[in-house]
């Protein structure tokens, strides 16, 4: 593990990067990577399909039933959720941790192919379903685990460690998807890591790509997000690949071209 060593050296001594370089290179990567975005997000809406219809389907079944009794009755949400058992919450959880977990699987594929695009290579549709394999899969399920665990409690703090915790947590595909040999604990230590170090320059790129995605989704009825969502994406993998790189390939990399 005396990679993990060098990894460290390298986030200490990264050199400060400029705002608007970073910000071109995301737009311009974009443009190569854009279909690939476009497929990531209508992979995603299909593995959350069932977790949406599962937890809207009741909403729905109250609101036609106010409907049909002719009157709105302002205590039938506080019934409805009170009523809600606990194993409906805990079905609902698993259901989260897991269709989350492979849309996690997903998108750390899809940094791995925004990498091959980056670097002139060629890149399939199966190249999504890279991480979606027995030895990766348990590594997924734990990251997403966490993940949620860190993002619940920090929401619930007025939000405001919530903000600071997504600039590290947006490291974790990055360190999963480019070294999935490394373990859970030092995916999240680098993570953290790099996040501290990069926080301002990544959170004030990912506010900026943001309403600028907003502002194409509203422009464009909605249909804009289909293409433009990924665009949040890139400020993190470039940073990621100014500060660490790419230089030398991980064993699982290397062999992964041959599976």
């Given amino acids: 593990m005396g990679n993990i060593e060098i990894l460290k050296q390298k986030i200490e001594s990264a050199k400060e990067l400029d705002f608007g370089t970073i910000f071109s290179e995301s737009i311009e990567l974009f443009k190569k990577t854009w279909l690939q975005g476009f497929l990531l997000h209508l992979f995603s809406i299909i593995v959350m399909l069932p977790l949406i219809i599962i937890f809207y389907v009741p909403f729905i079944a ?10 709105a009755d302002p205590n039938t949400f506080d019934e409805f959720f009170a009523g809600m058992s606990v194993i ?6 698993i259901g989260v941790l897991l269709l989350g977990s492979v849309t996690y699987a997903l998108t750390a594929a899809y940094f791995r192919m925004v990498k091959k695009i980056d670097h002139g290579e060629s890149v399939t ?17 734990v990251i997403m685990l966490i993940s949620i665990v860190i993002a619940i409690p920090s929401a619930l703090l007025c939000y405001i460690p919530l903000i600071y915790v997504l600039v590290p947590m947006s490291f974790f595909y990055m360190f999963f998807a480019f070294n999935p040999e490394m373990s859970v604990g030092d995916i999240l ?18 506010v900026v790509i943001y309403l600028i995605v907003m ?3 509203l422009i464009t009825c909605g249909i804009g997000q289909l293409f433009v969502q990924a665009l949040l994406f890139h400020p993190s993998y470039l940073i990621y690949k100014h500060v660490i790189g790419f230089e030398e390939k991980s064993e699982i990399e290397q062999i992964g071209t041959g599976e």
């Fill in 62 to 71: 109250m609101v036609i039933a106010q409907q049909e009794n002719g009157y």
């Fill in 189 to 206: 230590t680098l993570s953290f890591k790099l996040g501290n170090k990069k926080w301002l320059l990544t959170f004030g790129l990912l």
């Fill in 88 to 93: 409906y919450i805990i079905f609902l959880f």
């Fill in 125 to 141: 549709t199966s190249d999504f379903f890279y991480f979606l394999k027995g030895k990766y899969i348990q590594k997924v399920l």
């Fill in 215 to 217: 502002v194409l989704t």
